[in-house]
């Protein structure tokens, strides 16, 4: 629900309708038009009625929204969202790239990469040191150890880390140490895990499901902004259909689609939809053609000794080249000078 101010409305008679919703189990959020003050209703407004807000003065409209998803949506929160690590953005303008290995395997193999890729114009580095594998027997990374390397290599590089959590067990280590929490596919739907992920104010960089709707990912959006301290970036990743010719089926239309209907800035895996390092390259371009605020590439400079998904791995030299590619779309799409 919104409830719509008239433009002459007084501070006054604003805060007697925020003093006759404090006893509701809803979260307010502030929505400013040029000439308009909104005020948004998160929560459950069935039992709430139109009709008891327009007494009050100053209000000039009430609407109900359709959209399950309030925090996530543009409806609420019109101007697209920012994410900010140490003066490095994501959204609203502001193009990323968050490269890195599958899993981090040592600090030589880890510190190498994060250089090559920050060579590059890689502005976060990626290293899962928990890693969620369909196999018991696989490789499942090397845990908090893992955690100390990609530290190392933030360090020596400058580039803020990104890698995911695997239990709530963690929450505050990743809170302390972690610059973007990653919440992986498995993961989406874990909706205790994105709760307390929410409450520590880190950003969060959430995956869409193998299985999931556009909404559905947009309701998990949901559940971590509803501690009202973190911010949300969407990643489109695949899905999985019946096509077995790719790892999975990327979506390129969810770009657009999620850009319409949220604020949250979007980002696109070409690793993990394609399972396959040359089609990486021409599904990055895509991504990037479409609209996408970043991406996030698995970089290795061994491919063929990766303990994980080093068939889908770039090494450092293609890498490079398909950022060069990657700078010469985006000089194309934004000519008037917009930041990358």
Known sequence: ??????????????????????????????????????LGLAGDTSQLHPEEFMRFEGVEQVVRVSEPYKLSGRRFHPQDTVI???????????????????????????????????????KFLRGGAFKPRSSPYSFQGLGLDGLELLKIAREKTGLPIVTEIMSSEFIEVF????????????????????????YTGKPILLKRGMSASIEEM????????????SQVILCERGIRTFETATRNTLDLSAVAVLKEKSHLPVIVDPSHATGYWNLVPPMALAATAAG?????????????????????????????????????????????????
């Open 292 to 340: 996408a605020d970043g991406l996030i590439i698995e970089v290795h400079n061994q491919p063929e000794k990766a303990l994980c998904d080093g068939q889908q791995s770039l090494t450092p030299m293609s890498f490079d080249n398909l950022m060069i590619k990657i700078q010469k779309i985006r000089n194309v799409l934004y000519d008037d000078g917009s930041e990358s």
């Open 175 to 198: 809170a302390r140490d972690v610059d973007i929490i990653q919440v992986g596919a498995r993961n989406m739907q874990n909706f205790p895990l994105l709760r307390e992920v929410g």
């Open 1 to 38: 629900m919104i409830i719509i101010f008239k433009a002459e409305a007084t501070e006054g008679q604003v805060n007697a309708v925020r003093q006759a919703l404090s006893h509701k189990d809803l979260m307010l959020q502030d929505i400013k038009g040029e000439s308009t003050y909104m």
């Open 218 to 229: 947009l309701m998990a959006a949901e559940y971590a902004l509803l501690g009202g301290k």
């Open 84 to 122: 900010d690590v140490n003066g490095r953005k994501i959204g609203g303008g502001h193009f990323a790239v968050i490269a890195g290995p599958c899993s981090v395997e040592g600090e030589d193999q880890v510190l190498s990469i994060a250089r090559d890729v920050e060579r590059s114009g890689a």
